[in-house]
């Protein structure tokens, strides 16, 4: 069973970023904590690194699903790198499909697809030490060391790529 300390963030696309940063920022009082650059930023109450990750899909988004506005997907928190390799034992134990891993910089995530195709994640926070490695420390996109078989994060956005133009090829 995989050990879950708590739900943590969740991420939701959007049709303007600037126009939602606004709300999140100035209406709910959410603080800035890190962007990736040119469309996604990461917003905190200050309790964690993010609560709240806002991606910008724009305002006339194609029907693909990878720009429909919503979830994106939701985070749950475990507490160390040893319960993460567990819970991706057990995931791939169960057959459960991964969609991708990665080490992001502020953490170490497993993604992975619920029955019904809802995207959700699994991670562990990095040390201080090893967040202050990276240039960007919401942007790395090497994929987990115990997980080579597996999709990359980059892997993950060549196949949504792939999807976009398939869905906009004519029949």
């Known amino acids: 069973m995989i050990k879950i300390e708590r739900v943590a963030h969740v991420v939701i696309k959007v049709r303007d970023l600037e126009k939602s940063l606004d709300f999140y920022t100035r209406v709910l009082g959410l603080k800035e904590m890190g962007r990736i650059d040119p469309a996604v930023i990461f917003l905190s109450t200050g309790r964690d690194h993010h609560e709240l990750g806002i991606a910008q899909v724009g305002g006339e988004a194609p029907g693909s699903?990878?720009?429909?506005?919503?979830?994106?997907?939701?985070?749950?928190?475990?507490r160390n790198d040893d319960d993460l390799r567990e819970?991706?034992?057990?995931?791939?134990?169960?057959?459960?499909?991964?969609?991708?891993?990665?080490?992001?910089?502020?953490?170490?995530?497993?993604y992975f697809l619920d029955p019904d195709g809802n995207e959700l994640e699994v991670y562990s926070d990095n040390s201080p030490e090893e967040v202050a490695t990276f240039e960007n420390p919401y942007g790395g996109i090497e994929k987990l060391d115990f997980a080579t078989d597996q999709p990359s994060l980059m892997d993950s956005i060549i196949k949504a790529q792939q999807e976009m133009a398939a869905a906009q090829a004519p029949a």
Do not use: P, R
Request: charged share 15%.
């Open 65 to 78: 699903t990878f720009f429909q506005v919503g979830m994106e997907h939701f985070a749950f928190k475990l």
């Open 87 to 110: 819970a991706y034992d057990t995931l791939v134990g169960e057959g459960v499909e991964i969609a991708y891993t990665v080490n992001h910089g502020v953490t170490k995530s497993v």
